[in-house]
């Protein structure tokens, strides 16, 4: 059984990007996950998107995770689009298609860029033929910050020029452009190329989606956003959050072995982080 969102990945990044917002994508890293993102979006009617990685799928399983998604979805009022993030190549995408995803990422971003069209374009013709909306990468997003020279860094950044070129040669429907953030923890401050990153949007015309949005401070969000960002990926912030509240409930209750002891507070703990993230981002009170 597949069961729609009550708005597709497209609708939902174009409307926020002309009204100047944008949707977050939380991680589908488990029930309780699920149950905190949904149950935020429900209280501040909000849009999300449920960001799940390759490595989330063979955790869990594609069909589990459409099931999971197909529940929020029957019972929330808000759009809730199930999201793989950063998928390999164009077999895997079809198969998260086939099991019931609403949007894919292709993530050819290490290949060369005549690669990288090649393959996006085939994505978004055959993701579009079945309704699903597709967001492409451009440079490369750092896994860490780790040590990179001020060289290597501009090395990575996405060129306005073959963003421009990409976009309309592949008809993605959001962009995802290295522009300085990175996945996992900063060491400092990230120093994101807003120049680059309003260029972009520009010369695309496409939703820009900012991946590494955890530790991301507020007020360089709030630029990235009047600046054409439509997507915040946050997953590290959750995680952390969620992990703390698990370790210092077992260190205070030694005894505990029921699961939901610990777990509990911990889905309590990130609705925390998620309402904070949809104001910050300005998602609330759409839908
Ligand atoms: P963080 O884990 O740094 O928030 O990044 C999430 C992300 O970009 C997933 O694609």
Redesign the pocket.
Known sequence: MYVPPKASYREVLNDAVQKGYAVG?F?LNGLEYLQAIVEVAEEERSPVIL?V?VSSTKYFGLDYLVALANAAKLKAGVPIILHL??GPDFDFIMKAIRAGFDSV?YDGSEHPLEENIAVTRQVVEAAHAAGVSVEGEIGR?GGTEDEVSVDEREAMLARVDEAERFAEETKIDAI?PAVG??????KGRPQIAFDRLEAIHKRTGKPIV??????VPDEDIRQAIALGVGK????????AEFTRVVRKVLAEKPDVFDSRKYLGPAREAIKEVIRKKIRLFGSHHRF
């Open positions: 994508q991680n960001g990685s993030d950063h990422m997003i995802a953030t990175a996945h996992g923890l900063y900012l991946h590494g949005g955890s530790g915040i990926n946050v997953n590290t912030e959750s995680q």
